[in-house]
């Protein structure tokens, strides 16, 4: 497992952006695929993106493709959902999530064993 830390959540009007960071604690995170969950008040936490260890493949929840972008700078040890656009329905608690290897089930969350605390994203209308 690793340790996973996120920060750049905050308020922001509907249409704005929001630039989230996942930071690991490990050297190896370019051995680690990365996807991001999110949690609205009163829902089940749900899928919002995955890319695996080394890059290139990228998956998105259909709510969120064409808005929201993600990303893994291993030489930094760092994650980031790039967020555009955002919408009222978009408010969350966003959560960094992290395996060995990008699971075929990448959009279930008991596929993932390393998770961050979370980052609240709260979009006014």
């Known amino acids: 497992q690793v340790q996973l830390v996120e920060s750049g959540g905050g308020l922001v009007q509907a249409g704005g952006s929001l630039r989230l960071s996942c930071a690991a604690s490990e050297g190896t995170f370019s051995s680690y695929a990365m996807a991001w969950f999110r949690q609205a008040p009163g829902k089940e936490r749900e899928f919002v993106a995955a890319?695996?260890?080394?890059?290139?493949?990228?998956y998105y929840a259909n709510s969120v493709k064409g808005r929201f972008t993600i990303s893994k700078d291993n030489a930094k040890n760092t994650g980031s959902l790039q967020m555009n656009s955002l919408k009222p329905e978009d408010t969350a608690v966003y959560y960094c999530?992290?395996?060995?290897?990008?699971?075929?089930?990448?959009?279930?969350?008991?596929?993932?064993?390393?998770w961050g605390q979370g980052t609240q994203v709260t979009v006014s209308s």
């Open positions: 890319i695996r260890r080394f890059g290139g493949d990228t």
């Open positions: 999530a992290a395996r060995f290897v990008l699971p075929t089930d990448y959009y279930n969350e008991a596929a993932f064993n390393s």
